[in-house]
RNA sequence: GUGGCUAUAGCUCAGCGGCAGAGCACCUGACUGUGGCUCAGGGGGUCGCGGGUUCAAAUCCCGUUAGCCACCCCA
């Protein structure tokens, strides 16, 4: 037996139905804020990847999925969304007068070791806000996230972290500070740690080993030695979401894994999914359209992961996840006899119903006992059975039974649809 | 990439050297045209895969694959 590549999956049933309704409430609030979506390659030029990320990062070092096609180019698989986002920008020349908004979904790739919120096929969505500097697009961003988890019924299960990590100007400095900290505290750190003073001593801040964190207590700070541009940026964002009724927590040693972020840092993190907790996370990153060759363009943005709001939202009471039960929930069931007559009626008969925008199950399998195709019906969730046997063929007439009430009424074929209408059973639902 | 745990029916799991099991789900039936509840019966297994030890392996050992947990990293 052939199974699926170790960090992939299927869904199916309820988290199919989970990931449907992400996908359409990404799509109902990033428009909401006319947010327009665009569809690029999976695979692109590996060079942009570790261009725009950091040839440093885990992403970028030993996580992407990269290939020589049958030329010898070297691709890769996406491993996040911005990267593409930004080449498409720069390489169709959008021309950018005021604020472009855009956002993305799909699945990206990273060679990780898999584990529960983790995949080596993995899906997000994510936006982009391009050319404006002001605090104002950073909220904005932020509250476009809080919207969708508002959306999904999950603006209760997760808590907003946020940071700066200031410019180019003032970062430095800061990192200068820090690496002098770090030196001099070296002894007392983990291993890990120790290895990451050179390599991306930020990430030190966010160590969980207790003597570290005991350690990082006394650390420099960067709200600290943020110069007078990022504290007032940094001041003004937290401002225009406390206006908005926007709860956040202000944490320091938020970090982020890719090279680009300045200034604004934020994660949406829950309590409920273990290691992996951060279900949408973003910034700030204006240097990077520059970067890849395009205008000196400020941008700032988020993605969201949607097996981790799948995973959330499926330990979530059963209310919020309606339309779980039953394999498929059409409105419209037949039970038919055995003979040829009744099964082309019964054929005929359900195709006008779907053509009238009412879905409906027939069964196609012969031998059936009314009995079980009563079962089946009961099974399916369907809200009426439709009857054709030979009592109806005489008459031409159809017995309609209401599966919850258990009444039934036989009618001429002909008031079948009106009879349907008069029970409330929906169009197109 | 590192460390730990796990793998038995469609699902959740018990069995831990001696006949492959339970609950749920599924199928059939309970006065020949009617679901749910109840009752009776039934189908379903390469015990993840490969090797080894043993008279005998689901059970013990080694390997392998996959999943889970933590680290790492990140959405």
Redesign the pocket.
């Known amino acids: 037996m052939i199974?699926?590549?170790?960090?992939?999956r299927d869904f199916f049933g309820p988290e199919e139905r989970l990931f449907c309704r992400i996908e359409s409430a990404t799509g109902r609030v990033f428009r909401r804020y006319g947010i327009q979506q665009v569809r690029t390659p999976i695979f692109e030029e590996a060079a942009l990847f570790s261009r725009s990320i950091g040839e440093a990062?885990?992403?970028v070092s030993k996580?992407m999925y990269t290939f020589a096609d049958r030329k010898g180019r070297l691709l890769s698989l996406r491993p996040?969304g911005t990267a593409s986002v930004v080449r498409f920008l720069v390489e169709e020349k959008i021309q950018v007068t005021d604020t472009l908004k855009l956002f993305y979904l799909g699945p990206?790739f990273?060679y990780?070791?898999?584990?529960?919120?983790?995949?080596r096929q993995?899906h997000?969505f994510g936006i982009e806000y391009f050319g404006t500097p002001t605090a104002a697009a950073d909220a904005e961003v932020i509250s476009v996230g809080h919207a969708l988890l508002q959306e999904l019924g999950l603006s209760g299960h997760a808590t907003l972290l946020i940071n700066s990590l200031g410019c180019a100007a003032c970062r430095p400095v800061f990192l200068d500070h820090l690496g002098v900290f770090l030196k001099d505290r070296a002894a007392d750190l983990c291993e890990?740690c120790r290895d990451?003073i050179d390599r991306?001593p930020l990430?030190c801040l966010?160590?969980?080993?207790d003597g570290c964190v005991h350690a990082y207590e006394s650390s420099p700070k960067i709200s600290e030695s943020l110069c007078e541009l990022c504290r007032r940026h940094d001041a003004e964002v937290k401002e225009l979401l406390a206006d908005a009724g926007l709860a956040f927590t202000a944490r320091d040693r938020l970090?982020?894994?890719?090279d680009y972020y300045v200034r604004t840092v934020f994660?949406f993190v829950t309590a409920a999914l273990?290691?992996?907790?951060?279900?949408?996370?973003?910034g700030r990153y204006d240097g990077l359209v520059a970067a890849l060759g395009g205008p000196d363009l400020p941008a700032v943005g988020f993605?969201?992961?949607i097996?981790?709001l799948i995973e959330l939202m499926s330990k979530l009471p059963a209310s919020s996840t309606p339309g779980a039960a039953g394999a498929c929930s059409a409105s419209v069931f037949f039970?038919c006899a055995e003979d040829r007559a009744a099964r082309r009626r019964a054929f005929n008969l359900a195709e006008r119903l779907r053509a009238s925008q009412i879905s409906t199950l027939l069964p196609l399998s012969d031998g059936?006992?009314?009995?079980?195709q009563?079962?089946?019906?009961?099974?399916s969730g369907a809200r009426v059975?439709v009857?054709l046997?030979?009592?109806?063929a005489k008459t031409n007439s159809v017995?309609i039974?209401d599966?919850?009430?258990?009444e039934?009424q036989t009618v001429p074929e002909s008031d079948l649809i009106p009879t349907l209408d008069r029970m409330g059973i929906p169009r197109d639902a």
């Open positions: 199974q699926k590549v170790r960090g992939t990062t885990d992403i996580e996040e990206m990273r990780e070791r898999p584990q529960a919120g983790r995949y993995f997000q890990e990451r991306n990430r966010d160590c969980k080993r970090v982020r894994g890719l994660e273990g290691a992996q907790d951060a279900v949408i996370a973003g993605a969201g992961g097996e981790r039970v059936k006992s009314f009995k079980s009563f079962r089946a019906a009961d099974k059975v009857i046997g030979e009592e109806e017995s039974k599966l919850s009430r258990g039934q």
